[in-house]
């Protein structure tokens, strides 16, 4: 077994909604190893993002409550005084943003944005940053280096740029390197290079790799390990072999049902029912999908939904997966009409 | 006869620059383009940003202005006419904006917002009017109470489908849908495109689907056409792009869809980086000696692709 780099441990996240508190991550549990990519899985609203920044302390605490440990060392972040933190985050926890149009700075040249966590974290000389930054830009694939140093973001493309932001990342060697939805904002012919860059640069480091995405494409492509998220929580978590092969949580499944890829011709996608409950409405007792499955019986659910090894390695929350079926694979048959009635 | 004939639409913008701000260039973003759309049939637009696909849908419904080249909407050129005759026939093409967020009045209801072309269009009492509104709204499937709501207390898919019958409260011929998914979630996007062929069907629409996006392109389009800088590059059925496409540009994008099986992906890194190696070798044999994209050639009954 690989070493664990990051360790979360029933995290809990609540922000401050009209004087009370509503848990976004909700008892989340989670080991990231070296040289590992765990990918982070889920629609909007499902607590992937407030996860990552729960991680790297982007919450304003004045109306964010956060709870249980994240372990990185022997340290625990979330207690950490915030002057040991900052000599950690953008050093040994970094991250890569979605949209590179917006996470550059416009007024500094891109050597000097890759070169500032190195005058916060290291101790280089100037010429010692210059070659430096100059080797990353090279690592993450733009040729013309010397010229890109002296340049400003807007002179970039969207994938130069995302290529920028991801150099920015790397710059001081980090151990877990945090990625949120790194190529939404970008074409897909560029999603396809960054995708092939992060693959490359992952095998020539030990960085161990988070990549919160809602395109479960991405996911197939460059995932080591799934964790499927809905409603805050953790529904399933498997290697993404087995993800793909056999999704067990009626979640999982409907999503993987739901892509057009999927399908071939002019078939019918499949479509969850309801919506997402809002932080406010959501039901925290029993099964947090059961309202969107309403044809599996009540029984079918447990009444307080737990993690379980369904094959070795792969976890699945509740038992409602075990007789969980898709209704329009049963139309016409007697099963189907017996529960509808 | 096609319901929609585009006939070499060029769309230029002027580069100002120097003394007196003389034109001195055009940025062309669209040049020269001819696709037919059959009613009935979804065609749909695909490339990259800055291709010109959007430039392309909103020139046909009038929202910028053609440089020169025809639309031949049911036989009548849009492009020549006069402001007031065009709103004649701009009734029967309408339009689903990309984001459902945006291209909604935050200060109307329901009732308003869909009300509003009917009130463009249409002499309806009040009476009537609600009545009609109340179809469409049951028609895309929100409750009855709803249309006194405003847009903020929907959800993105919910919205869309307000814009959804907002574009189909004239009975249109033609919706011109810039892509209506790519800012929803992977389920609410199988919800919409569901809706979409439902009422394809129901009202007998043609959709001009434009997106990036070539899952959803493949499950949505009976004919495709792929547009890179302004100019086609290969135009087919949706089977003939996806199982034989002939363009490098084509099975460039084709191999950037993300593969779905984790054990295969290797081969679609090593696939890709082929593809990528010999269209960068092979860049300028693409384009003819003033740095244009050929014409399409016809090389079957309905596949056709850029070439010398």
């Not at chain 1, 993987?256 to 019918?268: M, Q, V, W, Y």
């Not at chain 2, 093409?93 to 990309?98: L, N, V």
């Amino acid at each position: 077994m690989k070493n664990p780099v990051l360790e979360i441990n029933d995290l809990r996240a609540s922000f401050n909604i009209k004087g009370n508190y509503y848990a976004a991550v909700d008892g989340v549990s989670l080991t990231v190893h070296e040289n590992e990519v765990v990918a982070i899985v889920g629609e909007s609203g499902c607590g992937k993002s407030a996860l990552a920044n729960s991680i790297m302390g982007l919450h304003n605490l004045k109306n964010t409550k956060l709870e249980g440990e994240i372990n990185f060392g022997n340290q625990n972040l979330l207690e950490l005084p915030l002057a040991k933190f900052n000599k950690i985050r953008g050093k040994d926890i970094a991250m890569i943003f979605q949209d590179p149009m917006t996470a550059l700075n416009p007024l500094a040249t891109i050597g000097r944005q890759i070169e500032e966590p190195m005058d916060y974290h290291l101790k280089l000389s100037a010429s010692e940053k210059k070659n430096r930054t100059l080797e990353l830009l090279r690592r993450v694939g733009i040729k013309n280096e010397q010229r890109v140093y002296e340049q400003y973001p807007h002179e970039l493309s969207g994938g130069m740029r995302q290529r920028v932001v991801i150099a920015i990342a790397l710059s001081c060697d980090p151990v877990v390197l945090l990625a949120d939805e790194p190529t939404t904002a970008l074409d897909v012919t560029i999603q396809a290079q960054i995708m092939d860059l992060m693959k490359e640069l992952q095998n020539q480091t030990k960085t161990g790799i988070i990549l919160i995405t809602h395109d479960l494409g991405v996911v197939a492509e460059m995932a080591d390990r799934v964790v499927v998220m809905y409603a805050g929580e953790i529904v399933e978590m498997a290697d993404v072999k087995d993800l793909f092969e056999n999704p067990l949580h009626p979640y999982t499944r409907s999503l993987l049902n739901s892509i057009p890829a999927n399908f071939e011709g002019k078939e019918k996608l499949h479509v969850i029912d309801g919506i997402v409950p809002s932080l406010q409405n959501l039901d925290r007792t029993g099964c947090r999908f059961a309202p969107r499955i309403a044809w599996i019986p009540e029984e079918d659910h447990e009444e307080r939904p737990e993690m379980h090894e369904a094959e070795p390695n792969h976890f699945v929350r509740c038992s409602c997966y075990k007789t969980f079926y898709f209704p329009e694979d049963r139309v016409g048959e007697n099963e189907y009409v017996a529960t509808e009635s | 006869m096609s319901l929609l004939k585009v006939n070499d639409l060029k769309i230029h913008y002027p580069i100002r620059g120097g003394f007196f701000r003389r034109v001195v260039d055009h940025v062309k973003a669209v040049d020269g383009i001819s696709f037919e759309l059959q009613p009935g049939e979804t065609y749909g637009l695909v490339g990259e940003s800055g291709c010109g696909k959007t430039t392309s849908g909103r020139a046909i419904i009038g929202l910028n202005n053609v440089t020169s080249g025809e639309l031949l909407f049911e036989g009548k050129d849009l492009a020549k006419m006069g402001r007031m005759e065009r709103r004649k026939h701009t009734k029967d093409i309408q339009m689903i904006f990309q984001d459902p967020y945006s291209s909604l009045n935050v200060r109307k209801n329901v009732l308003n917002i869909i009300a509003e072309p009917l009130r463009n269009f249409e002499r309806l009492s009040p009476k009537e009017e609600l009545l009609r509104v109340q179809e469409l709204v049951a028609r895309v499937g929100l409750s009855p109470e709803s249309i006194y709501k405003y847009p903020h207390q929907f959800s993105g898919g919910q919205r869309q489908r307000i814009g959804i019958a907002r574009a189909l409260a004239l009975k249109p011929k033609l919706i011109i849908a810039d892509e209506p998914v790519s800012a929803l979630d992977v389920s609410v996007q199988a919800q919409v495109l569901n809706f979409m062929q439902e009422i394809q069907e129901d009202f007998g629409l043609t959709y001009l689907f434009i997106s990036h996006d070539l899952g959803i392109i493949q499950h949505m389009c009976d004919r495709i056409g792929i547009m890179y800088r302004g100019r086609f590059v290969e135009e087919g059925t949706a089977s003939e792009i996806y199982n034989n496409p002939q363009h490098l540009y084509t099975k460039r994008l084709i191999a950037a869809i993300p593969e779905l099986d984790p054990e295969k992906r290797f081969e679609k890194m090593h696939l890709r980086q082929s593809i990528n190696q010999e269209y960068q070798n092979d860049y300028n044999n693409y384009f003819d000696k003033d740095g244009r994209m050929y014409d399409l050639k016809r090389i079957s009954e309905s596949h056709s692709v850029a070439m010398q």
